[in-house]
């Protein structure tokens, strides 16, 4: 099945193209299809905003589309900076920015206080307008400092609970590597991603049928 990719962020795209081609399905980018839409987010939540996605890029493209949303929430910040993770310090998709901020905003927070989880919602949607909406999540600390260089967006900031074997299995992150210190598929077996697009594989088939 060729699938559009609804997104223009470099990184989600490589993840969701690393998935989806791992399930089968070719994937086209928006560059491929040469769709140049920006559909306004204004969900307030992570399932809501990936349902306007898909629909937007669904209809574009007149393809197959899967749509992520996707960002952190800290339990210090009350769940900031949520859906609002992309455009944190005021500009769209700036990373540094964001990171330089979320460093500011916990710098007086203790470490066993800096709990987080990376959420993913992911919507894939059909032409005929069915869409079939799962999530996902990863939960994790907030470092003190940016490290590791295999990542995007929030990543050198987060360091997850556990990581990824090669058995597929996984295991306490007893070094406390962040999402950007790991490798893609220590990373893939415990993302939020990772989990969200698990549960859209598995239900996929019969969402097809």
Same mark, same amino acid.
């Given at each position: 099945?060729? &699938?559009? +990719?609804?997104?223009?962020? /470099?990184?989600?795209?490589? !993840?969701?193209?690393? =998935?989806?081609?791992?399930?089968?399905?070719?994937?086209?980018?928006?560059?491929?299809?040469?769709?140049?839409?920006?559909?306004?987010?204004?969900?307030?939540?992570?399932?809501?905003?990936?349902?306007?996605?898909?629909?937007? %890029?669904?209809? +574009?493209?007149?393809?197959?589309?899967?749509?992520?949303?996707?960002?952190?929430?800290?339990?210090?910040?009350?769940?900031?900076?949520?859906? *609002?993770?992309?455009? *944190?310090?005021?500009?769209?998709?700036?990373?540094?920015?964001?990171?330089? @901020?979320? #460093?500011?905003?916990? +710098?007086?927070?203790?470490?066993?206080?800096?709990? /987080? @989880?990376?959420?993913?919602? =992911?919507? %894939?949607?059909?032409?005929?307008?069915?869409? #079939?909406?799962?999530?996902?999540?990863?939960?994790?600390? =907030?470092?003190?400092?940016?490290?590791?260089?295999?990542?995007?967006? *929030?990543?050198?900031?987060?360091?997850?609970?556990?990581v990824g074997l090669p058995?597929?299995?996984?295991? !306490?992150?007893?070094?406390?590597?962040? *999402?950007?210190? #790991?490798?893609?598929?220590?990373?893939?077996? =415990?993302?939020?991603?990772?989990r969200a697009m698990e549960?859209?594989?598995?239900?996929?088939? &019969?969402?097809? @049928?």
């Amino acid at each position: 099945m060729i &699938v559009c +990719a609804a997104s223009n962020n /470099a990184g989600k795209l490589k !993840e969701l193209r690393r =998935i989806l081609e791992q399930m089968g399905h070719e994937v086209k980018s928006l560059r491929d299809l040469c769709i140049d839409l920006d559909p306004e987010e204004t969900g307030t939540t992570f399932a809501e905003n990936a349902r306007i996605k898909a629909e937007a %890029f669904c209809k +574009a493209s007149g393809l197959p589309t899967v749509a992520d949303d996707s960002g952190l929430c800290v339990d210090a910040l009350h769940g900031a900076p949520g859906v *609002y993770s992309a455009r *944190y310090a005021g500009h769209h998709g700036d990373d540094a920015a964001n990171n330089a @901020k979320l #460093l500011h905003e916990m +710098a007086d927070v203790p470490a066993g206080q800096r709990a /987080a @989880k990376f959420v993913s919602a =992911i919507c %894939f949607m059909l032409p005929d307008g069915r869409a #079939l909406e799962v999530a996902g999540e990863c939960p994790g600390s =907030i470092s003190f400092a940016e490290t590791g260089s295999n990542g995007f967006g *929030y990543d050198p900031l987060f360091v997850p609970a556990r990581v990824g074997l090669p058995d597929g299995t996984t295991t !306490e992150n007893t070094a406390c590597r962040s *999402y950007a210190e #790991l490798t893609d598929a220590e990373k893939d077996a =415990i993302s939020h991603r990772g989990r969200a697009m698990e549960k859209l594989a598995r239900e996929l088939p &019969v969402f097809l @049928k």
